[in-house]
């Protein structure tokens, strides 16, 4: 499998300490409970990141420098969490935003892992700011623990991070008793129908350093069918876009990820769905770190 440099077509790649964002390829798929296909996800962005314009509307998010690591290897779900947090060491210590690219959702854990690392160390904590169908809350999925159910739970229990939780639909009552057991701030898809986008998504008391996590699912599934789970009720573009804005004012941004893209053979635009949304999320970050005084 061919796996292209991030937006190549616009701009050269840089070494990795000068780049401004290390993109990490991680194509992990061990745990999909519906449709497959995550493997071929982090491929998928990168072939239609070709395509993007390198002005994204507001600014030109990539031209500080990007670095395109090699693909993470996964043979095992803990060995690509293994991969995944020495690649992100490697972009902290290059004072780089590090971009993750899944495969299915059970990557985020190895990017929180080395970022939780780092924010003991630093005293510099973060909070997670998640878009996605799902709450991801289960303790274990079919018996796994390391299941892409159970990435968020893994977070808030083993890690002890704030999370937030973004157009949710589809989740079962324990993981709603989670939800409260461990205070997590929720929007879900009926709830932001019903009364609109909040202006301020995030409560007073939210770290003022924050992780997003954009499982492609969040999406509406007319707008992004190429998902192990499309769910009807989800996100459009705009909406996503602004509440992604909001979430990122007066806050900086210390990493993020697009997850769960399945592509499908002949359908060329949930691809380039996801390529812009990785782009429009290294925008929303790195105008927000610009100005974050924190």
Known sequence: MRYHDFLASEYAPVPPDAAAF?????PLEQSTSYGGGTAQGPAAIL??????????????????????????????SEEALSGIERAVDAALACKALPVLLGGEHTVTLGALRALAREARRSGKPFGIVQFDAHADLRPAYEGNPLSHASVMY?????????????????????????????????????????????????????????????????????????????SPGGLFWHDA??????????????????????????????????????HALMGFARRANAVAKI
């Open 241 to 278: 876009l602004r509440l992604i804005e909001r979430c990122c004012r007066g806050r900086r941004v210390v990493g993020m990820d697009v997850v769960e893209l399945a592509p499908l053979p002949g359908l060329h635009h949930a691809d380039f769905t996801a390529a812009k949304l990785v």
């Open 47 to 76: 072939e239609a990141s070709q395509q993007l314009e390198a002005w994204d509307g507001i600014s030109a998010p990539c031209e500080g420098g990007v670095y395109t690591a090699p693909p993470v290897p996964c043979p095992t």
């Open 154 to 230: 893994r977070a808030v229990a083993d890690l002890d991070l704030p999370l937030a939780q973004f157009a949710m639909r589809d989740y079962c009552r324990e993981e709603a008793e989670i939800r409260q057991r461990f205070q997590v701030t929720a929007y879900d898809a009926a709830a932001l129908y019903a009364d609109g986008l909040p202006e301020r998504p995030l409560p007073s008391d939210f770290p003022s350093r924050i992780y997003i996590t954009f499982d492609v699912d969040g999406l509406d599934a007319s707008l992004m069918p190429a998902t192990g789970t499309p």
């Open 22 to 26: 290390h993109v990490i390829p991680a």
